[in-house]
Nanobody
Framework: QVQLVESGGGLVQPGGSLRLSCAAS????????IGWFRQAPGKEREGISC????????YYADSVAGRFTISRDNAENTVYLQMNSLKPEDTAVYYC????????????????????WGQGTQVTVSS
């Protein structure tokens, strides 16, 4: 399995920005999709954005489209989530996860399709 380590979370005021990082072990060829989920207290885990290596395409949930941008650095095997115009409802633990190469997945993202997970990083949006 791919080992994933997230970083970059923290406390930010509404309207502010944060950039999350997800460093993956091994090779980018080990996974076909890498994405971000988030889970707020008392709520289900929500898939918010992912990048499909095979399609060379990014996907975004309606809740973050136009505000969040996923990007990657293949040389560093790292994926980023740039989060702008943050709202209090963006407060959650953010997780990075991957779909193993050769495994099926669908959009909207389903946690069950993602085999490897990071430990999560807390994002708190509050004044």
């Amino acid at each position: 399995q791919v080992q994933l380590v997230e970083s970059g979370g923290g406390l930010v005021q509404p309207g502010g920005s944060l950039r999350l990082s997800c460093a993956a072990s091994g090779s980018p060829l080990d996974y076909s999709v890498i994405g971000w989920f988030r889970q707020a207290p008392g709520k289900e885990r929500e898939g918010i954005s992912c990048y499909s290596r095979v399609e060379d395409r990014a996907y975004y949930a309606d809740s973050v489209a136009g505000r969040f941008t996923i990007s990657r650095d293949n040389a560093e095997n790292t994926v980023y989530l740039q989060m702008n115009s943050l709202k209090p409802e963006d407060t959650a633990v953010y997780y990075c996860a991957t779909v193993a190469t050769g495994s099926a997945w669908w959009w909207p993202m389903r946690a069950a399709d993602f085999a490897s997970w990071g430990q999560g990083t807390q994002v708190t949006v509050s004044s």
